[in-house]
Structures are given as C-alpha cells and as structure tokens.
C-alpha cells in the first residue's frame, strides 16, 4: 500500500469516523465505494491479493464491513474471492476491454441517436450540470470526481430512454471495465476533449440532430477506449 493519507482508503478511513457518517451512508456501502476508488485510482493492482483484515486495520473498522463489501464487489466481478487468502483483484484482458466497448457500442449508439428524435430538449439540458461538471474535473485533474460525475451523466442519459435494463447493464459493464481503464493518469488534453464530447452530445440531443449524436457518440466511445490503454498501475 502506498504513502498514507490522501488515497481513497485514507479518505474513507477519515469519512467513516466523521460525526454523522453512519447516518449519511450504510458503512458496508461506504467501504465498497473506497475499495471501487482506489481500483480506479490504479492503488489496487489486478492479480494482486488483499486480506479483509488488512484493508479494516487500514479503514479502522472491523473486518465485517470490508469482508462484506469485498464480497459484493467479487458479485461485480471486480475482485476473486480466494478461500483462507483472501480477495484478489480481478484481472481483464485487451480482448476482454474490446469485448465491453463493442457491446456498449451497440445498446449506446442507437440508443442515443433515438433519444435525439424523441427526448424533450429540456430533458437533455438538465443534464448539463453533470457534463460541466466532467470538463471542471477534467481541468484539475481530478481522476475521481470525472469517473463519478461520467458515470452519472451517461446512465442519467440512458435513463431517458426509459429502460431501466438497459441502464443496470450499461452500469455492469462499466463497473467492468473501470477498474483497468485509468490505469495511470491519462493525457490531460485526451482526458479534456473526452470532458467536452459530453457537452457536445447534449448540444446535439438538445436540437435533435439524431445523424450528429450518433456520430458524437461513437466517437466518445471510441476515445474512452484509448484512454483505457493508459500506464501501468502504480502500487498500492
């Protein structure tokens, strides 16, 4: 595990024990949401194996928790449950990566493009806050809050669609995928024109160009998927 005090972990470990925080979120919840952020952030390397009493010492809380979180994850398909060792990190391949891209490629696109002929403008432009929001943390660099904030824009925007299979299976996929797509920190300008294809979408679903969302969503697809293809993870 790295230097202590501003990965996700240590955050967490500061927010469980916050006056209040049991109320504001399921502690079980709150921990699975720390150990999806450190995947993220590239802490937790796949093919590595995490004990649950470890990662509790590191959180400061019982290894209940943590071995219950763990468990939901391995349910996700981020982490292997290994009998008396403990969780590893689930490991993707290239080809794996392409398979994910390919499917979302086909429930998103078409999706997309029929939202542009039929999704009030209005309903397109609350989303705007959301994509302000990924170009905002694009700009500092904030790998976390631009996970966060695409995930919410882009099953908020299929949500539209009214099919609510579609969203959880767009939301499985991504959970997939994320954990090896920002293995180090991309290219700030790749990760900054990505940030602005979300405004671009919206600008296009907001005047109904069905040919242009299309085309903008291929796209964003395709360049999430070279972003993927970033550095090796640093060590946790």
């Known amino acids: 595990m790295g230097g202590a005090g501003n990965g996700p972990v240590d955050r967490a470990r500061d927010d469980l024990h916050a006056p209040g925080a049991g109320a504001r979120q399921n502690l079980r919840e709150r921990v699975a949401q720390a150990l999806r952020d450190a995947l993220v952030a590239g802490e937790m390397r796949p093919g590595v194996v995490y004990s649950a009493p470890a ?8 290894a209940t928790p943590v071995r219950e979180a763990m468990l939901d994850l391995a ?20 080809r794996d990566l392409d398979e994910i891209i390919e499917i979302r490629r086909l429930l998103e696109v078409p999706t997309v493009a029929r939202l542009a002929g039929q999704c009030p403008a209005a309903e397109a432009e609350a989303l705007r806050p959301i994509a302000e929001e990924i170009v905002s943390a694009a700009g500092r660099g904030d790998l976390l ?23 959880e299976t767009v939301r499985d996929l991504r959970g997939r995928a994320r954990l090896y ?6 290219d700030a300008r ?47």
């Open 145 to 167: 809050a631009y996970v966060a904030a695409d995930q919410r824009f882009h099953l908020a925007l299929l949500a539209l669609s009214g099919n609510a299979r579609l969203v």
């Open 75 to 94: 349910k996700e398909g981020l982490f292997e449950a290994l009998r008396n060792k403990g969780f590893r990190v689930a490991e993707v391949s290239e």
């Open 181 to 186: 797509g920002l293995r180090g920190l991309p």
């Open 55 to 62: 990662l509790a010492t590191r959180f400061g809380v019982s």
């Open 190 to 236: 790749m990760m900054a024109a990505s940030a602005c294809e979300h405004l671009d979408l919206l600008d296009a679903l907001v005047r109904g160009d069905a040919a242009a969302a299309e085309s903008l969503m291929n796209h964003h697809l395709q360049h999430v998927r070279a972003i993927w293809s970033g550095g090796p993870a640093s060590p946790w």
